[in-house]
């Protein structure tokens, strides 16, 4: 059984760019959660995605876009990147089935840094 | 809104010492409780959990109880090792909702 994968694992960007960051859900999963992880802070949340469809926001600007393919896997998309963004930004993925919402398992994050 | 407060680290320990790391919560009716494990350069682990009021999760010696009266889970292990050096996330999610809300994390340095 494959975990959760993403990528790249860092990358480097400069203010005002776009960016898009990948991940591919654990086998048997159908929804994936990205959080990003500022410095020394837990978690935030961004967004999930249930059936290829956004299923609940943090508090995100739209900048802030993600997509999920008919195998699961999801891309996150910031755009006109600012100093703040700078972060590593977390994917997780669970099985969702009808109400229930169960473990999320985590990627080992992608470390992206804003000039 | 819902949000969880930790104890701010570092906490250095000796080997083998009682380690307590604090968390309390603020949401409304009966949210699930989680600890997470980060080890550098990884990505998050799930520690143990607990579901509801008087739950004890526990798992690789750690353990937690839900005390719903204070509004607490804090997390606990008798005799650490090097190897639990690591920064360790308290989270809640309410029950059917879907987001994880974290603190903000406490590293645990333990020195042999």
């Known amino acids: 059984e494959t975990g959760v994968t993403q990528s790249p694992t860092h990358l480097i960007k400069t203010r005002g760019q776009q960016v898009t960051l990948r991940c591919s859900s654990q086998?048997?999963?159908?929804?994936v959660s990205w959080y990003q992880q500022a410095l020394g802070q837990g978690p935030q949340f961004i967004f999930q995605?249930?059936?290829?469809?956004?299923?609940g926001r943090g508090n995100f600007p739209p900048r802030f876009s993600g997509l999920q393919f008919p195998n699961y896997s999801s891309e996150l998309n910031v755009n006109a990147l600012e100093l703040d963004d700078s972060a590593l930004y977390l994917c997780?993925?669970?099985?969702?089935?009808?109400?229930?919402?169960?473990?999320?398992?985590f990627g080992p994050g992608t470390r992206l840094t804003v000039l | 809104g819902n949000s969880v407060t930790q104890m701010e680290g570092p906490v250095t320990l000796s080997e083998e010492a009682f380690l307590t790391i604090n968390c309390t919560y603020t949401?409304?009716?009966?949210?699930?409780l989680f600890w997470y494990v980060q080890y550098p350069g990884e990505g998050l682990q799930l520690l143990l959990k607990?579901?509801?009021?008087?739950d004890k999760g526990s798992n690789k010696g750690f353990e937690a109880t839900y005390r719903k009266e204070t509004t607490s889970f804090h997390l606990e292990k008798g005799s650490v090792q090097v190897s639990d050096s690591a920064v360790y996330f308290c989270?809640?999610?309410?029950?059917?909702?879907?987001?994880?809300?974290f603190g903000s994390g406490t590293r645990l340095q333990v020195q042999p």
């Open positions: 997780a993925s669970s099985l969702r089935l009808g109400g229930d919402y169960n473990e999320q398992f």
């Open positions: 086998s048997g999963h159908n929804t």
């Open positions: 995605y249930y059936r290829e469809e956004e299923n």
């Open positions: 949401a409304t009716g009966y949210p699930s």
């Open positions: 607990a579901t509801k009021a008087d």
């Open positions: 989270a809640l999610s309410k029950t059917g909702r879907r987001a994880l809300t």
